[in-house]
């Protein structure tokens, strides 16, 4: 099994387990599939191990630990993992996918056979979240997808100051109660989490650079976070 791939398809059954945290011998029994001999970083401590076995039962990990310790059942499917690294599942935590997948592009699954097993989305179409997520299951195997919404932020602000798509992903607020009732609006429509803008700039090189943009007062943005 080539080494992304078979990163990608451990980080996409979904157990996260530390090596040492749960016990080797006492349940790796049940487990329906297992990777022998493997590098393996957890992420915890900064060390790779040598010769550690992940077994698993389902989509669960259920007993990582050295090769020697993790006790197999008969009907378990081996896979050697010689000169293989296994990692947890890597995340992007700035993305912007809609298109990707309106357009029905391969990038994701390309992306998840690579390792990248959850993409956080930071703003979308306002039924973006929903939209996003539907076409991603069609197209499954991807990775899973954190998605924020529309991108809160005042009439004339950024991000519809960029033409090529700030319109359909901004969502206009005035006035403290309308900030509070879009943070509803776009949770009940399926984001994970608010974004806002208060970009006075331009895009580009001018970003940080204040242009005169309207932004959100401080009282907006009070209200939005209190509401989120």
Known sequence: MRRRRFLGLLGALGGAATLGAISAAKCATYA?????????????????????????AGERIIAIGADADVQLGRDTTVIDCAGAFVMPGLIDTHTHVTITLLRREPLMSQWLHAGLTTVRDTGTLKAGPGVIRGIAQEMAPVPRIIAAGPIVTVPGGYPSTRAEI?????????GPAEAASAVNTILDAGADFIKIAVESGTPGGGLGQDRGSPTLSSEEITAIVAAA
């Open 32 to 56: 329906t599939l297992a990777f022998r001999n493997a590098r393996f970083f957890s992420g915890v401590d900064g060390t790779v191990a040598e010769g550690i076995t992940i077994a698993i």
């Open 166 to 174: 700030g319109e359909p992903v901004s969502y206009f607020v005035s």
